[in-house]
């Protein structure tokens, strides 16, 4: 597994970028690649990608949710891919989200890709995205609010 690991500094609240980072289904907005996804249940999400021409579909599953503090996930077919992001107040409207996924390239263009160092590249392209969508409509677009623990068997 590869990791990539990510920061930016938001300005707007830790609420207002955890909330945000909770509406999954407008990730297409800021994630190039991301086509579609939807909110299954509220610990279950399906993916469609579409990477160097290459579609894949896949569910992905939230393990960890903690409000205002972390977000973690694991894939559950498709391409293996974990992370988790969290979120560090450093001020009263500046907010750290830090990004750490691992992901197991598949086939010859992501493993071309990785070889290039194309997924940091990417990450760090919709992390700065995500600032410009969370800062530019000055407030979350929804949120959801519940936790979820960690399964201690994963």
Same mark, same amino acid.
């Given at each position: 597994?590869?990791?990539?690991?990510?920061?930016?500094?938001?300005?707007?609240?830790?609420?207002?970028?955890?909330?945000?980072?909770?509406?999954?289904?407008?990730?297409?907005?800021?994630?190039?690649?991301?086509?579609?996804?939807?909110?299954?249940?509220? &610990?279950?999400?399906?993916?469609?990608?579409?990477?160097?021409?290459?579609?894949?579909?896949?569910?992905?599953?939230?393990?960890?949710?903690?409000?205002?503090?972390?977000?973690?996930?694991?894939? &559950?077919?498709?391409?293996?891919?974990?992370?988790?992001?969290?979120?560090?107040?450093?001020?009263?409207?500046?907010?750290?989200?830090?990004?750490?996924?691992?992901?197991?390239?598949?086939?010859?263009?992501?493993?071309?890709?990785?070889?290039?160092?194309?997924?940091?590249?990417?990450?760090?392209?919709?992390?700065?995205?995500?600032?410009?969508?969370?800062?530019?409509?000055?407030?979350?677009?929804?949120?959801?609010?519940?936790?979820?623990?960690?399964?201690?068997?994963?």
């Amino acid at each position: 597994m590869a990791t990539v690991e990510q920061s930016i500094d938001v300005d707007v609240p830790v609420r207002t970028a955890y909330d945000q980072w909770t509406q999954f289904e407008e990730f297409p907005r800021f994630m190039e690649g991301v086509e579609r996804v939807e909110q299954l249940t509220s &610990t279950r999400t399906h993916w469609v990608t579409k990477v160097a021409g290459v579609t894949r579909e896949f569910d992905a599953e939230i393990t960890e949710q903690r409000p205002d503090e972390r977000v973690a996930w694991t894939t &559950t077919d498709g391409p293996a891919q974990a992370g988790a992001v969290t979120f560090h107040r450093i001020g009263p409207d500046r907010t750290r989200v830090m990004l750490q996924l691992e992901h197991r390239p598949e086939g010859v263009v992501e493993k071309a890709g990785e070889a290039l160092g194309l997924i940091p590249h990417r990450v760090k392209g919709d992390l700065e995205r995500f600032k410009s969508f969370v800062e530019e409509h000055g407030g979350e677009t929804g949120a959801w609010r519940g936790e979820i623990d960690q399964d201690p068997t994963h």
